[in-house]
T-cell receptor, first 110, second 112 residues
Framework: QKEVEQNSGPLSVPEGAIASLNCTYS??????FFWYRQYSGKSPELIMF????GDKEDGRFTAQLNKASQYVSLLIRDSQPSDSATYLC??????????FGGGTRLMVKP | NAGVTQTPKFQVLKTGQSMTLQCAQD?????MYWYRQDPGMGLRLIYY???????DKGEVPNGYNVSRLNKREFSLRLESAAPSQTSVYFC???????????FGPGTRLTVL
């Protein structure tokens, strides 16, 4: 079982809709959670991090964490075609190492 | 501020050849990392260096060696390349007091 699981997609949403990206993790002791965006052929860039249960909002992005369910999600409101990318969930787990999920490809259609 | 730089951007090797991927950062970060990214696999950690003078194995170290030349530079060496090492390689760095890793632009390696 992979330590960090994501649906590979593609997730297709119309422009202006809410995109919901989900991630589950296996290490119950994980404390820090990250969402990276990666455009095709480019390197990952950090867009959100969350450490505490609940919601964290930054502009059109909201990260949600539920440690009891070992579940972290990313909501993108008012999705734009420029949001089309692969979104990588990452978790700091045993040994203080960052473990990545396989990524979810998001397509926002005009 | 260039951030994290990697050379080369692209490389084609034949099976058994060797090469070194170079990485440098100008952010005065203590920690540096080498990842490989294969389709659908996310990024997997090959080796890391928590500080100058130290290196440790990650999830997939076999077939690779690293050198932390100084605080700025962290190189990855393939001694005898194999087709299974065809991948995109990313270098990253991180300050000690923060969790954010900054990534270089990547090296696309093909082993024939």
């Amino acid at each position: 079982q992979k330590e960090v699981e994501q649906n590979s997609g593609p997730l297709s949403v119309p422009e202006g809709a809410i995109a919901s990206l989900n991630c589950t993790y296996s290490d119950r002791g994980s404390q820090s959670f990250f969402w990276y965006r990666q455009y095709s052929g480019k390197s990952p860039e950090l867009i959100m991090f969350i450490y505490s249960n609940g919601d964290k909002e930054d502009g059109r992005f909201t990260a949600q964490l539920n440690k009891a369910s070992q579940y972290v999600s990313l909501l993108i409101r008012d999705s734009q075609p420029s949001d089309s990318a692969t979104y990588l969930c990452a978790v700091i787990s045993a040994g203080n190492m960052l473990t990545f999920g396989g990524g979810t490809r998001l397509m926002v259609k005009p | 501020n260039a951030g994290v730089t990697q050379t080369p951007k692209f490389q084609v090797l034949k099976t058994g050849q060797s090469m070194t991927l170079q990485c440098a950062q100008d952010m005065n970060h203590n920690s540096m990392y080498w990842y490989r990214q294969d389709p659908g696999m996310g990024l997997r950690l090959i080796y890391y260096s928590a500080s100058e003078g130290t290196t440790d194995k990650g999830e997939v170290p076999n077939g690779y060696n690293v050198s932390r030349l100084n605080k700025r530079e962290f190189s990855l060496r393939l001694e005898s390349a194999a087709p299974s090492q065809t991948s995109v390689y990313f270098c990253a760095s991180k300050a000690s007091s923060y969790n954010e890793q900054f990534f270089g632009p990547g090296t696309r390696l093909t082993v024939l």
